[in-house]
């Protein structure tokens, strides 16, 4: 039957004159091949769904293992910048319930992008679409604003030395004072932070 089933749908079968017997042979033999059982089907959908989980998680940006002390609301400058480029938002950060509320917007008052922190969880604010680079952003703005003496607490992979504060191949936080600093990312953009104040260009 080997034979005969490496001629199946062969060209060269066909114009050879393969006959009606080893054509219904072949036909017998795909028939024999063990269709994927419900349980198969089940397991692969089950190894992609973790598949694709722990690639989430591996790429969720890391949050405070408590809330760190803010004293809010905080209205930030913040700059961001990308080879030649420039863009300038303005960010506010306030309690509201159980959580943190961020709202970014452009110098013209253009939201651009807004969630709630609640119980290690981001979650949207309104109905602007998804924004990844923001929320990276928040979280990392989170790591650079939790004071000092909670940061251990907080992040026990992250060091500080003086003005530069590090969460390894994530995070990189250079102060110049506590609320004006340069956050840095592995792969770019470069964020200049300041406290909004009324000469903001």
């Not at 004293?71 to 959580?99: F, K, N, S, Y």
């Amino acid at each position: 039957m080997s034979s005969a089933i490496q001629n199946c749908g062969s060209g060269l079968a066909r114009e050879s004159g393969v006959s009606v017997d080893i054509i219904g042979e072949c036909q017998t033999a795909f028939a024999s091949k063990p269709a994927p059982t419900g349980f198969a089907v089940l397991l692969r959908f089950v190894l992609l769904g973790f598949a694709l989980l722990l690639s989430a998680c591996a790429s969720r940006a890391p949050l405070p293992e408590h809330s760190p002390t803010l004293a809010l609301p905080l209205q930030l400058h913040i700059q961001r910048l990308m080879a030649d480029q420039r863009q300038d938002w303005v960010l506010v950060i306030q309690q509201e319930g159980p959580g943190l509320r961020w709202s970014m917007m452009d110098l013209l008052g253009i939201p651009q992008a807004r969630q709630k922190l609640i119980d290690g969880d981001w979650q949207a604010d309104g109905l602007l679409p998804p924004n990844p680079e923001a929320r990276e952003l928040f979280a990392a703005l989170l790591f650079a604003l939790t004071p000092e003496g909670e940061l251990h607490g907080n992040y026990p992979t992250a060091s500080q030395h003086g003005g530069q504060r590090v969460l390894p191949e994530r995070w990189d936080v250079r102060y110049s004072r506590p609320l004006s600093f340069e956050l840095n990312l592995p792969k770019g953009p470069k964020y200049q932070v300041t406290p909004l104040s009324a000469d903001t260009p």
